[in-house]
């Protein structure tokens, strides 16, 4: 498509190193795939630089647009958090990630939908270059190790889109997707462009890839130099969190339990819970993060990163009054016994967690109730502008709380409440009890516990949308859904003047939108990708929906 010729031409300026070099021979003469595979077999180390290359996209300074929220994938996590309800933000100057608050950032001619589009394109064009540079039969183990790291991230990408640009996954397998682009179809894709890939089209890719990268990953003996690469327990944590958005409860507490044990890393300790953290990813709980070094770009712009828009106590937008909050109402369910209370200050704008030299800084700062402490400023330096903080993008707590749900969704609603009870017991709250007793009831429990564990890690979005739950911003309270059409009233809240608004969605009975409010929910492919698939037109797009109205 004549979109992704763009993409892709941009591409060939960026550091693929490997990639490039893998293109043509010294005469400069153009290599075949075959030739492509057989120089890496005989020199594994020709292809080491684009997969390094690959991770370093996670990150890149104003990659698609000028704008100060655009570096990266920890942009799109800002983007869905704050379109969901534990997140929080003033609707001031200095809040790049306020359309979001009424989602007026999912149009298609927003430079958010193509920041989000573009950014996650340009990954998988490197993944495409990796996986055809390398047999796929290949017993090398050090090339097992970076053809898996190719396909898990392809994976990844493919299961992000999916989720933004097209409802969850059950009852909507064959509503239209996303274009899928891979190394067998890119050049036919640039050249004639591509539809739109159905739901089950694009899962059936990402679990495809993620099978084989698990088998790659178990295969070889290569060990990743550090957490910027997957390992095979992450692998398995990755199909995991895909599986339980398909349903299928057995293979996802499978893959959950399995990740446990096979992964090195631990859940923190009641203490270690205690003060803020999760700031590198050489901490015990990671799995797979996104390494942030204090020379790239997004560090030394000081503010054009994610710690700027989301730390309380280094410099950046935050501490000028982009402060993100925790949704009162979650607040009041969060235990006085649990760890995770101190993640955010109290009603007084205090919490337990801070040293006193770090409440100091946050009374002398003026930093309002429930504000979040959760993440550490880089270096556990108070108003540092080196925001060099490494991303998290999977933490082996989540693993326990997929298995809990799995379990009990499975059919054993009594091994779920066990195994979620004793995680928050051991880890968090040991006064914690967990009185469901029904499969969606431990599942809900569950989902509390996600919002608490997980806030402001880029997952609260995607939930809302497996489990069907809407944006409800008035309280924590939310509707259950019926089977047969129903007209639902989600309430949107607006942080200026705490206003509420409402999206009156009509709901199919396979959960399927059928109305143009609920649209509201998923993004439009941006206007650039309209224009330059010969293969789409504007009514191959998602419905538009209405601005929401405020209601009393």
């Not at 339980?244 to 996802?252: E, S």
């Amino acid at each position: 498509m004549k979109l992704n010729k763009l993409l892709y031409i941009a591409l060939s300026s960026m550091a693929l190193v490997g990639c490039v070099d893998l293109d043509t021979e010294p005469n400069s003469d153009t290599v075949t795939a075959d030739q492509k595979s057989e120089v890496v077999e005989q020199d594994p180390d020709k292809v080491s630089a684009s997969v390094s290359g690959i991770t370093t996209m996670f990150s890149v300074y104003m990659n698609t647009s000028g704008n100060h929220n655009d570096f990266g994938y920890p942009s799109i996590m800002l983007f869905t958090d704050s379109r969901g309800i534990d997140l929080v933000g003033f609707d001031s100057g200095y809040n790049w990630f306020a359309s979001g608050l009424d989602l007026l950032d999912r149009a298609t001619t927003t430079y958010i939908t193509d920041c989000i589009w573009s950014t996650i394109y340009n990954q998988i064009y490197a993944t495409n270059q990796v996986v055809a540079s390398i047999d796929p039969e290949t017993d090398n183990s050090t090339l097992q190790f970076y053809l898996a790291q190719a396909l898990a991230i392809r994976a990844f990408d493919y299961f992000t889109l999916a989720q933004l640009f097209q409802f969850t996954y059950e009852g909507n397998e064959d509503a239209p997707c996303v274009p899928l682009i891979l190394n067998t179809n890119a050049e036919e894709a640039a050249a004639n462009g591509i539809k739109r890939n159905t739901v089950g089209e694009v899962y059936d890719q990402i679990i495809d890839d993620l099978n084989n990268a698990v088998a790659l990953l178990e295969a070889s003996d290569f060990r990743r130099a550090d957490k910027r690469y997957l390992s095979y327990d992450v692998a398995l944590g990755l199909r995991a969190r895909v599986e339980l958005v398909m349903q299928d409860w057995a293979a996802a507490a499978a893959d959950a339990e399995a990740a446990i044990k096979n992964s090195s890393a631990n859940p923190i300790s009641i203490a270690a819970a205690s003060k803020p953290g999760f700031k590198a990813m050489t901490e015990p709980n990671w799995m797979w993060g996104i390494y942030i070094a204090e020379t790239d770009r997004v560090v030394t712009s000081g503010i054009v990163n994610w710690p700027s828009h989301m730390g309380s106590l280094n410099y950046g937008y935050a501490s000028v009054g982009a402060w993100r909050r925790i949704n009162s109402t979650l607040y009041d369910q969060i235990n006085p016994t649990d760890a995770r209370k101190g993640w955010f200050l109290d009603g007084n704008a205090t919490s337990a967690n801070l040293t006193d030299e770090q409440q100091e800084y946050v009374d002398e700062m003026g930093i309002p109730a429930y504000t979040q402490v959760k993440f550490a400023p880089y270096g556990d330096e108070l108003e540092t502008a080196t925001n060099a903080n490494d991303i998290p993008l999977m933490r082996i707590e989540e693993m326990y709380l997929i298995l809990a749900e799995a379990q009990a969704m499975g059919g054993n609603p009594s091994q779920g409440a066990a195994t979620l009870q004793s995680f928050v017991q051991s880890y968090r709250d040991p006064a914690y009890t967990c009185t469901a007793g029904s499969a969606e009831a431990v599942q809900n429990a569950v989902w509390l516990q996600r919002r608490i564990e997980l806030w402001g890690e880029g997952l609260s979005y995607y939930d809302l949308l497996r489990l069907r739950k809407g944006i409800d911003r008035a309280s924590t309270a939310w509707k259950s859904m019926d089977k047969g059409v129903a007209a639902y009233n989600y309430q949107i809240f607006d942080t200026k003047e705490g206003e509420r608004a409402t999206i009156n969605a009509i709901l199919s009975g396979n959960g399927g939108a059928t109305g143009e409010a609920i649209n509201a929910l998923i993004y439009q492919l941006p206007n650039a990708e309209i224009e330059g698939n010969p293969m789409l037109t504007s009514k191959d797009n998602n419905l538009g929906a209405p601005a929401l109205e405020p209601v009393n």
